[in-house]
């Protein structure tokens, strides 16, 4: 695929980086030398100097074959005019980051018109995998399948919990599971496990299951907390306000502290039901006196990583039940995991997710239906496919196909209901049917199969 | 320095290298010679020591700028002494120090000869010999590059140390890919250039030699009086015009293949290499019209010899030792500007030539008026000063080498007391191009030098080949600091 990214930012350089591995033909734009010079010396793209709205600049760069032409520049209006000008000297699809939250709750009426196939905002995909976060707190992350009909979520083994040093049969036998152990994460490694599999301390599993499941697994486990109903913001970013919106929804308490003045006023206008406090998130008794120790959850936005991870550990110290921590920069997040801060929220990441289902969904059109993608660690990712007329599978039993090294079926939602997958489960016409593979790309159903 | 991953891709070199000698040991079974000795035992050394090196283990897989200029340079190093033992086995070249130096010259696609008789070498030998041109013209590492998939991250360190010119850019998205096209291009315009010689009344195996010569813009010949041995006007410009053609930028064909002609055609550099050419044959017939039958015999002998020095070749048709000064200065001008940045040509690329008369200018105008906001612009956009300052010092170390390499040389008594030859040698050395003035003048070789300039000379061609920075950064102490 020939993919035109404009805009070297922290979101492009992720781009860039994903889609290398994902084996597609780059060119990057910028007006930068620097900033272009490091991106083609580091990865396997071309790069050109220039603006992205200049029409030369945009030959250069091959627009008029370019599959995917995406704009990630700093500035909103920039993004969605280059998309405009790349679509009408022939790009196939235009997706443009737009982050500026007025532009972004109209682009959903404008995007047609603008012939935008993607506006994408990084600020509000990390808002919603905070929010998914917070609503299973007794895990480390969490995605959501065919709906919310079932969840993808991330638990980590520590000293005290019961099903460490076990094979995983003996621990389905034992609690009854009604799930399957789709992954587990072993230091820098990674194990699609079978059955005789032994969990150790300090492990990371995941599991797909319905949310009830889930739950009552936690209870067993001694695990559960209950869901978040007061939440304590540090940092009134953009992050926060998407965030705080769709928490006071649902009547969770929310208090943000930021330190600007006009910012604080800002947000208490347009989200009058949240505690907007004046000060500097850094100071410990400003922090105490507000009761962060009492609240539910602590999540930590400001601009600044160092920051974010020294409230975040004080929080845990002070005994927060869930602490989530935003962290921007890809070599901090696994040395901030190492500190035993457990959910790290990086915005960066879940974008690229994003927009690569968005682009690996485009490319299968013809194929099955691809519902979500989310990549669980560099080599893995987990895949939902609805069931289409031409999965060679249909309508045969589990044990009579023959599925890929490294893959696992972890889970069918049919009409709405969660149904583990055995030996005997039949694939039918519009399953939705979530894989799970190492080591390989999946566009379609098919390509699991031998 | 990551030394694990410098010796893996120096193996797959290795392996390479072993893999291009089964070409002259077939010619050798071909023509029935009791050569194929000369070839298999390099090609048992190279795949034993290819092999051992390329099982090591590689945990990090990324490559800095640092990490490719080191590969180049020993890839070039270490592909010249293996190389050279294939004329040593066999006697055809019975001195290793004499075998190194034409194998470095053919690599290096200089040209320069040791030999005097070079009709006395086997048919094998004499493959090897221009192979080695063909090989060196378009670089061994990007060969790597075109056929071995997935390389790590910063394969673009070893792309852009082992291409020559000032800018290196790929030609598409991927580096891979790239590469497959600079050689696609490549081979096609051998084929073509074979065919058009074997019209010409040449022989299969003369024409295939002369266009690897003139592919990589070597200069060995396959007789001992270069192309004048044909005595073929038809033959004398195919060459010609070919040599002109292999020393244009790579990136214009690609711009040719896909249809963009008009950017092509705005190519500065192409057009000022094309002025250059004309320019100077024009004034060297004008110059040796006095010397020739007529206008058109000083014409055809000017235009061989022109394209042949600018294209940094160095076939000859005429011993240009005994033209007047003016055309000898003009030839030595050439040598040292040399073709254009991604060809196959060398010297100091007629983009620097052009990005240094620019900031030239720019700076006598800031004298001029000092309060002036001059920006010079080179191919369409602004040059930065950064591109400006790196031309800038590459034209001192550039300097400064043929300073040093002519002082090293001149310790010879060989030359006794003509340091217009060492001068010359130096330059057409550094600058790939073969024969210079008076002693190594074309009718002559460097068979008379000793062997401590003869391997200054060599270390010339290498790092006139490499553009100077693989080889300076290779040597200095501060690179294998940890």
Same mark, same amino acid.
């Given at each position: 695929?020939?993919?035109?990214?404009?805009?070297?930012?922290?979101?492009?350089?992720?781009? /860039?980086?994903?889609?290398?591995?994902?084996?597609?033909?780059?060119?990057?734009?910028?007006?930068?030398?620097?900033?272009?010079?490091?991106?083609?010396?580091?990865?396997?793209?071309?790069?050109?100097?220039?603006?992205?709205?200049?029409? =030369?600049?945009?030959?250069?760069?091959?627009?008029?074959?370019?599959?995917?032409?995406?704009?990630?520049?700093?500035?909103?209006?920039?993004?969605?005019?280059?998309?405009?000008?790349?679509?009408?000297?022939?790009?196939?699809?235009? /997706?443009?980051?737009?982050?500026?939250?007025?532009?972004?709750?109209?682009?959903?009426?404008?995007?047609?018109?603008?012939?935008?196939?993607?506006?994408?905002?990084?600020?509000?995909?990390?808002?919603?995998?905070?929010?998914?976060?917070?609503?299973?707190?007794?895990?480390?992350?969490?995605?959501?399948?065919?709906?919310?009909?079932?969840?993808?979520?991330?638990?980590?083994?520590?000293?005290?919990?019961?099903?460490?040093?076990?094979?995983?049969?003996?621990?389905?036998?034992?609690?009854?599971?009604?799930?399957?152990?789709?992954?587990?994460?072993?230091?820098?490694?990674?194990?699609?496990?079978?059955?005789?599999?032994?969990?150790?301390?300090?492990?990371?599993?995941?599991? /797909?299951?319905?949310?009830?499941?889930?739950?009552?697994?936690?209870?067993?486990?001694?695990?559960?907390?209950?869901?978040?109903?007061?939440?304590?913001?540090?940092?009134?970013?953009?992050?926060?306000?998407?965030?705080?919106?769709?928490?006071?929804?649902?009547?969770?308490?929310?208090?943000?502290?930021?330190?600007?003045?006009?910012?604080?006023?800002?947000?208490?206008?347009?989200?009058?039901?949240?505690?907007?406090?004046?000060?500097?998130?850094?100071?410990?008794?400003?922090?105490?006196?507000?009761?962060?120790?009492?609240?539910?959850?602590?999540?930590?936005?400001?601009?600044?990583?160092?920051?974010?991870? /020294?409230? =975040?550990?004080?929080?845990?110290?002070?005994?927060?039940?869930?602490?989530?921590?935003?962290?921007?920069?890809?070599?901090?997040?696994?040395?901030?995991?190492?500190?035993?801060?457990?959910?790290?929220?990086?915005?960066?990441?879940?974008?690229?997710?994003?927009?690569?289902?968005?682009?690996?969904?485009?490319?299968?059109?013809?194929?099955?239906?691809?519902?979500?993608?989310?990549?669980?660690?560099?080599?893995?990712?987990?895949?939902?496919?609805?069931?289409?007329?031409?999965? =060679?599978?249909?309508?045969?039993?589990? =044990?009579?196909?023959?599925?890929?090294?490294?893959?696992?079926?972890?889970?069918?939602?049919?009409?709405?209901?969660?149904?583990?997958?055995?030996?005997?489960?039949?694939?039918?016409?519009?399953?939705?049917?979530?894989?799970?593979?190492?080591?390989?790309?999946?566009?379609?159903?098919?390509?699991?199969?031998? | 320095?990551?030394?694990?991953?410098?010796?893996?891709?120096? $193996?797959?070199?290795?392996?390479?290298?072993?893999?291009?000698?089964?070409?002259?040991?077939?010619?050798?079974?071909?023509? &029935?010679? !009791?050569?194929?000795? @000369?070839?298999?035992?390099?090609?048992?050394?190279?795949?034993?020591? #290819?092999?051992?090196?390329?099982?090591?283990?590689?945990?990090?897989?990324?490559?800095?700028?640092?990490?490719?200029?080191?590969?180049?340079?020993?890839?070039?190093?270490?592909?010249?002494?293996?190389?050279?033992?294939?004329?040593?086995? #066999?006697?055809?070249?019975?001195?290793?120090?004499?075998?190194?130096?034409?194998?470095?010259?053919?690599?290096?696609?200089?040209?320069?000869?040791?030999?005097?008789?070079?009709?006395?070498?086997?048919?094998? +030998?004499?493959?090897? &010999?221009?192979?080695?041109?063909?090989?060196?013209?378009? +670089?061994?590492?990007?060969?790597?590059?075109?056929?071995?998939? %997935?390389? +790590?991250?910063?394969?673009?360190?070893?792309?852009?140390?082992?291409?020559?010119?000032?800018?290196?850019?790929?030609?598409?998205?991927?580096?891979?890919?790239?590469?497959?096209?600079?050689? #696609?291009?490549?081979?096609?315009?051998?084929?073509?250039?074979?065919?058009?010689?074997?019209?010409?009344?040449? *022989?299969?195996?003369?024409?295939?030699?002369?266009?690897?010569?003139?592919?990589?813009?070597?200069?060995?010949?396959?007789? !001992? #009086?270069?192309?004048?041995?044909? *005595?073929?006007?038809?033959?004398?410009?195919?060459?010609?015009?070919?040599?002109?053609?292999? $020393?244009?930028?790579?990136?214009?064909?690609?711009?040719?293949?896909?249809?963009?002609?008009?950017?092509?055609?705005? @190519?500065?550099?192409?057009?000022?290499?094309?002025?250059?050419?004309?320019?100077?044959?024009?004034?060297?017939?004008? @110059?040796?019209?006095?010397?020739?039958?007529?206008?058109? %015999?000083?014409?055809?002998?000017?235009?061989?010899?022109?394209?042949?020095?600018?294209?940094?070749?160095?076939?000859?048709?005429?011993?240009?030792?005994?033209?007047?000064?003016?055309?000898?200065?003009?030839?030595?001008?050439?040598?040292?500007?040399?073709?254009?940045?991604?060809?196959?040509?060398? $010297?100091?690329?007629?983009?620097?030539?052009?990005?240094?008369?620019?900031?030239?200018?720019?700076?006598?105008?800031?004298?001029?008026?000092?309060?002036?906001?001059?920006?010079?612009? @080179?191919?369409?956009?602004?040059?930065?000063?950064?591109?400006?300052?790196?031309?800038?010092?590459?034209?001192?170390?550039?300097?400064?080498?043929?300073?040093?390499?002519?002082?090293?040389?001149?310790?010879?008594?060989?030359?006794?007391?003509?340091?217009?030859?060492?001068?010359?040698?130096?330059?057409?050395?550094?600058?790939?191009?073969?024969?210079?003035?008076?002693?190594?003048?074309?009718?002559?070789?460097?068979?008379?030098?000793?062997?401590?300039?003869?391997?200054?000379?060599?270390?010339?061609?290498? %790092?006139?080949?490499?553009?100077?920075?693989?080889?300076?950064?290779?040597?200095?102490? &501060?690179?294998?600091?940890?």
């Amino acid at each position: 695929m020939r993919i035109i990214i404009i805009g070297v930012g922290k979101v492009g350089t992720t781009l /860039i980086e994903s889609f290398v591995k994902e084996g597609h033909d780059i060119v990057v734009v910028d007006l930068s030398e620097t900033k272009v010079a490091n991106a083609v010396n580091k990865y396997d793209v071309n790069g050109i100097i220039g603006g992205g709205l200049e029409r =030369s600049v945009l030959s250069d760069a091959g627009v008029e074959s370019a599959d995917f032409f995406i704009a990630c520049t700093s500035r909103d209006e920039t993004n969605v005019l280059c998309c405009v000008l790349a679509k009408k000297l022939g790009a196939k699809r235009t /997706i443009a980051r737009v982050r500026d939250p007025q532009y972004f709750k109209e682009m959903e009426s404008l995007r047609e018109y603008l012939g935008l196939d993607l506006a994408f905002n990084p600020e509000y995909r990390a808002a919603m995998d905070i929010i998914n976060v917070l609503d299973f707190p007794s895990a480390k992350s969490v995605e959501s399948f065919a709906g919310g009909k079932a969840l993808l979520v991330e638990f980590y083994i520590s000293a005290a919990n019961s099903i460490k040093d076990k094979p995983l049969m003996e621990v389905a036998a034992q609690y009854k599971c009604k799930f399957l152990f789709c992954m587990v994460k072993r230091e820098d490694k990674v194990f699609i496990p079978r059955g005789d599999f032994v969990i150790h301390e300090n492990d990371s599993v995941y599991i /797909i299951a319905t949310e009830s499941e889930l739950k009552a697994f936690c209870k067993k486990l001694k695990i559960f907390k209950s869901p978040v109903r007061s939440v304590f913001i540090i940092g009134g970013s953009k992050i926060a306000y998407y965030l705080t919106s769709e928490l006071v929804k649902n009547g969770v308490a929310v208090k943000i502290i930021e330190n600007d003045k006009t910012r604080c006023k800002e947000l208490s206008e347009r989200i009058p039901e949240a505690t907007i406090l004046f000060g500097d998130g850094t100071d410990q008794n400003i922090l105490r006196e507000e009761g962060l120790k009492t609240s539910d959850a602590c999540v930590t936005l400001t601009g600044v990583d160092e920051e974010n991870v /020294i409230i =975040s550990l004080y929080a845990k110290m002070l005994g927060v039940g869930k602490v989530v921590t935003k962290v921007d920069r890809p070599t901090v997040t696994d040395m901030v995991k190492k500190f035993g801060l457990d959910t790290v929220v990086s915005p960066r990441n879940s974008i690229a997710n994003h927009i690569i289902r968005f682009v690996r969904k485009e490319l299968s059109e013809k194929s099955e239906g691809m519902n979500a993608l989310y990549k669980l660690h560099d080599k893995v990712e987990a895949v939902e496919f609805t069931v289409g007329g031409d999965f =060679s599978g249909i309508n045969k039993k589990l =044990s009579e196909l023959k599925i890929k090294k490294d893959t696992l079926i972890g889970g069918i939602v049919r009409d709405g209901e969660f149904i583990l997958p055995v030996g005997e489960t039949r694939f039918l016409l519009g399953d939705r049917v979530i894989v799970v593979a190492a080591e390989r790309k999946i566009s379609a159903l098919n390509d699991m199969l031998i | 320095m990551n030394h694990r991953l410098v010796a893996n891709v120096l $193996g797959k070199v290795m392996l390479i290298e072993a893999l291009l000698m089964i070409f002259p040991l077939f010619v050798g079974i071909y023509y &029935r010679e !009791n050569t194929y000795l @000369n070839y298999l035992l390099p090609m048992a050394g190279l795949t034993a020591a #290819g092999t051992a090196l390329s099982l090591i283990k590689i945990k990090d897989r990324s490559i800095y700028a640092k990490e490719g200029f080191v590969i180049v340079a020993l890839a070039w190093i270490i592909m010249s002494l293996v190389g050279a033992t294939c004329f040593v086995i #066999g006697g055809e070249i019975p001195n290793y120090i004499d075998a190194f130096f034409e194998t470095v010259s053919g690599f290096t696609t200089t040209g320069a000869s040791i030999l005097n008789n070079v009709e006395t070498l086997s048919k094998s +030998g004499m493959f090897w &010999r221009l192979f080695t041109h063909w090989i060196g013209g378009m +670089g061994v590492l990007v060969f790597v590059l075109a056929v071995i998939p %997935a390389s +790590g991250s910063g394969a673009m360190h070893i792309f852009k140390a082992e291409s020559p010119g000032p800018s290196s850019s790929k030609l598409v998205g991927k580096i891979r890919n790239t590469a497959q096209i600079l050689y #696609g291009i490549y081979v096609i315009m051998t084929l073509i250039e074979t065919i058009l010689l074997c019209t010409g009344g040449l *022989n299969l195996y003369e024409s295939l030699l002369n266009s690897f010569s003139t592919a990589g813009t070597g200069g060995f010949g396959t007789h !001992n #009086g270069s192309i004048a041995y044909y *005595n073929s006007v038809y033959v004398e410009m195919v060459i010609a015009v070919f040599m002109f053609l292999f $020393g244009v930028n790579f990136n214009v064909y690609y711009l040719f293949i896909i249809g963009n002609f008009s950017k092509a055609f705005r @190519n500065r550099e192409f057009l000022t290499y094309f002025a250059i050419v004309v320019v100077s044959t024009l004034i060297i017939a004008i @110059n040796i019209l006095g010397m020739c039958a007529d206008f058109s %015999a000083a014409l055809r002998y000017s235009f061989f010899q022109v394209t042949s020095i600018s294209s940094t070749t160095g076939f000859a048709t005429a011993d240009f030792n005994t033209w007047p000064a003016l055309s000898k200065g003009i030839l030595l001008v050439l040598t040292v500007v040399g073709a254009c940045g991604g060809s196959t040509g060398g $010297g100091m690329k007629v983009s620097r030539v052009i990005v240094l008369c620019k900031s030239g200018a720019a700076d006598i105008k800031r004298m001029i008026n000092p309060r002036a906001v001059i920006t010079v612009k @080179n191919e369409g956009s602004a040059l930065t000063s950064e591109t400006e300052q790196n031309v800038r010092s590459y034209f001192i170390l550039y300097m400064l080498f043929v300073v040093a390499v002519t002082l090293l040389v001149s310790l010879d008594a060989y030359s006794g007391g003509d340091i217009l030859s060492n001068f010359s040698a130096t330059l057409a050395c550094i600058g790939n191009v073969g024969p210079g003035l008076n002693l190594v003048g074309p009718a002559s070789s460097y068979a008379g030098y000793n062997w401590f300039s003869k391997l200054s000379l060599s270390f010339a061609m290498l %790092a006139g080949r490499l553009e100077l920075f693989p080889i300076i950064i290779l040597f200095t102490p &501060r690179t294998w600091k940890k």
